[in-house]
């Protein structure tokens, strides 16, 4: 239908009109924009950002209105996409966007500012408190703290009849760790637990034993998590001298004392094997390795070094043996030699005694006849002349003989001075170095020992 | 002894690895070597006290009753 042209109305009826419907939707754009602008509360639901604006709806259990926001002004807020069931606030008004010949017509609160409530507000007014804390460098000081491999005391805040208190025992259990536990008990998941769970961390920290501090609670909702965001907690966390560990959070959800602690773990059990680093069982069987290793090092050293040392030392003494062996060996063919060389001089000079005294007799015998036969025999005196001669010779040799030989020499009364081995000394200065001496005289020997050097 | 104070288990342990690793190099003289079995027996003597102190079995402790044992 051409526009311009008006219709017929439809006959009988009393209201005004036709009229074009563009103008009525203008005409109800612009009353609907003069509604008093309102804040309404829901729940967010179907989010969907457009390339200029973004779309939700907000719900609850009577009624829902769609609601559009400009993308620019949604981003400014800084909450990231909104989740299905998000409360938030919405401030705003009625808006219609009256389509045309191509477009559909859409109805909407325009959305001017938005605010998260409920868990949405929490979850808003935690990151803003995270950011704090991290600005004030409250995240770091836990951290420089050293966490000692081997506490000897363990304090643990819990709830008293939860099941992280079984799980922090196994957690110990399976360190082999039998230090001591201090219990701190309080509530972990009302309104009165974020000070009594700080009230408990400080007592504990104030207890000198205490090496370290596990903080631990199962699982719960991110609402009864809030107790360990809580600002005067975590601050208290932060500046302890203890190391605190805490096993509160969720996989998803990290909590403020997650971030201020020193470590964050994710169960009781893995928080009780952070405080207990060293597997003590382990640990034992290697330190029993390393003593022994220790042992036998420090034995091999001295056992090696004293064979070298004994292979040493025996090396000039063993010289000094070969030599006194081949001395000894020399001494002994000197010895025999001059003994051979005696006794055949000896008997030599006895075979010529004998023969020279036959001789003797011989003549004297035939001078004997020869006197009887003729009285005076010149030349039987000339042959006892020469026969006395020969034996004042042999005389002479025998005692030549007699004086080689060192049986007369000691009958003279010389001593000879032997070491207990019978070899004879033959200095004052080796007689010096036995103990005890011999002295051969000629009918036997006499040990005799030295006099100490007079000091 | 102002040395057991400061001493941490696992500042003992690493000096009585290095100690190991030193002799089994072969390269310490007799007398290094001596004095390095007397160091490494005072840290395994060491370890050995702090491994005996939590090898005692798990002594559990309320926070009220620590704190009155420490005021006693």
């Known amino acids: 239908m051409p526009e311009g042209r008006r219709p017929a109305g439809i006959p009988g009826s009393e209201l005004t009109g036709p009229w074009p419907v563009g103008q009525y939707a203008a005409r109800l754009r612009e009353r609907l924009r003069g509604f008093t602008h309102v804040q309404v509360f829901g729940e967010v639901v179907s989010f969907k950002a457009g390339r200029a604006k973004v779309w939700f709806e907000l719900r609850d259990g009577s009624g829902a209105l769609p609601c559009s926001m400009w993308r620019e002004d949604f981003e400014a807020l800084g909450t990231g996409p909104l989740a299905d069931g998000v409360q938030i606030v919405a401030a705003g008004g009625c808006d219609y966007y009256p389509g045309s010949r191509t477009a559909s017509p859409s109805f909407s609160f325009a959305v001017s500012d938005v605010r998260l409530a409920g868990e949405g507000d929490l979850l808003a007014q935690l990151e803003r408190l995270r950011r704090t804390l991290h600005g004030e460098g409250l995240f770091e000081p836990q951290k420089r703290l050293p966490l000692t491999a081997l506490p000897r005391t363990i304090g643990v805040v819990c709830g008293e009849h939860g099941k992280a208190r079984d799980d922090v025992l196994a957690g110990l259990r399976r360190r082999g760790w039998g230090g001591r536990i201090v219990w701190a008990f309080a509530p972990v998941q009302d309104r009165h637990a974020a000070p009594a769970v700080t009230r408990a961390l400080q007592d504990l920290a104030a207890c000198p034993d205490v090496d370290v501090i596990v903080v631990a609670r199962g699982g719960g909702s991110l609402a009864d998590l809030f107790a360990f965001c809580d600002e005067t907690l975590c601050r208290t966390v932060a500046l302890l001298r203890v190391p605190v560990i805490s096993s509160v959070g969720h996989h998803t959800d990290r909590t403020l004392l997650d971030d201020v602690a020193a470590v964050a773990c994710s169960t009781p059990t893995h928080a009780a094997e952070a405080a207990v680093p060293l597997d003590c069982r382990a640990a034992r069987a290697q330190l029993a390795a390393h003593t022994a290793r220790l042992e036998r090092q420090g034995r091999r050293a001295i056992v090696e070094r004293a064979r070298t040392l004994a292979r040493l030392s025996r090396a000039p003494a063993a010289h000094v043996e070969r030599h006194r062996a081949r001395l000894h060996q020399h001494l002994r063919e000197i010895r025999a030699a001059a003994r051979r060389r005696v006794a055949g001089e000896s008997s030599a000079n006895l075979g010529a005694a004998v023969a020279l005294s036959r001789r003797g007799r011989a003549a004297a015998t035939a001078g004997a006849r020869g006197e009887r036969r003729t009285i005076s025999d010149a030349a039987a005196l000339a042959r006892l002349a020469a026969l006395d001669r020969r034996r004042r010779d042999l005389d002479r040799l025998a005692v030549a003989l007699a004086a080689h030989d060192p049986q007369r020499t000691l009958e003279r009364g010389y001593a000879l001075v032997e070491d207990s081995a019978g070899e004879p000394v033959t200095s004052a200065e080796a007689a010096r170095r036995h103990p005890r001496l011999a002295l051969r005289l000629h009918d036997g020997r006499v040990p005799v020992r030295p006099e100490p050097p007079v000091a | ?72």
């Open chain 2, 1 to 72: 002894m102002a040395e057991a104070d400061t001493l941490t288990y696992e500042a003992a342990c690493e000096r009585m690895e290095a100690i190991i690793a030193r002799l089994d190099s072969g390269e310490a003289g007799l007398r290094e070597t001596l004095e390095l079995c007397q160091e490494g027996r005072r840290l395994v003597e060491f370890c050995a006290g702090e491994l005996e102190a939590v090898g005692q079995g798990l002594e559990e402790l309320r926070l009220g009753e620590l704190v009155t044992r420490l005021e006693a």
